[in-house]
């Protein structure tokens, strides 16, 4: 019998929970059920197991990070649009380090709803990239040159891994308006 006012929801919220605060690795069954006052065979209830608990933070992380694109770009085109996307995408991975880093993991499994929020995020970027006039595939390659260089410069941040004492944000900054400078001056040739 399940345990009154336990379901998914809780399951997950409180994987969610522990991810952000801990690390994705500290999500596990035995972790989960302790938080919620439960023996770990009775999260099997409500969720089918730790890769299920991992893919629903995923899920979660994909669509809420595709929800903070979309927010941020919406009225915005060009350089402002980028800015603004490149912002939510940074303060997205440090305020939800546990969602994010499933989120990123996430998107290599073949699970249709994983791959359609995943699609969801890549469409937010597709959409502004196409105020620089890009289209179809010339499109996929800036999206891809933007999420590399915005996801790796806030995995080498969570990691620690910039230890000049020099202020971050005008470096992320910076970043940004390189990506925005290339963009603009994209040859006519390779635009839609």
């Not at 302790?34 to 209830?45: D, E």
């Not at 994909?62 to 995408?89: C, F, M, T």
């Not at 994010?100 to 709803?113: H, Q, W």
């Amino acid at each position: 019998m399940a345990r009154r006012g336990l379901d998914a929801e809780r399951v997950v919220a409180e994987a969610v929970r522990i991810a952000d605060a801990d690390g994705l690795e500290a999500v596990t069954l035995a972790r989960v059920a302790a938080a919620l006052g439960v023996r770990t065979p009775s999260l099997y209830n409500h969720v089918g197991g730790h890769e299920a608990l991992l893919r629903a933070v995923a899920l979660q992380g994909l669509r809420e990070l595709g929800d903070a694109l979309r927010r941020a770009a919406v009225g915005r085109a060009r350089g402002d649009a980028l800015v603004a996307v490149a912002d939510a995408y940074r303060a997205y991975a440090r305020t939800h380090p546990g969602r994010f880093a499933a989120a990123v993991a996430g998107r290599s499994i073949r699970d249709p709803a994983l791959q359609d929020a995943g699609a969801d995020v890549v469409a937010v970027m597709v959409a502004f990239v196409g105020g620089w006039g890009l289209a179809d595939d010339d499109a996929i390659h800036a999206v891809r040159a933007i999420r590399s260089a915005l996801h790796g410069f806030v995995e080498i941040e969570a990691d620690g891994g910039f230890d000049i004492d020099l202020d971050l944000d005008v470096s992320f900054a910076r970043l940004v308006q390189t990506l925005a400078a290339g963009l603009d001056a994209a040859p006519a040739a390779t635009r839609g």
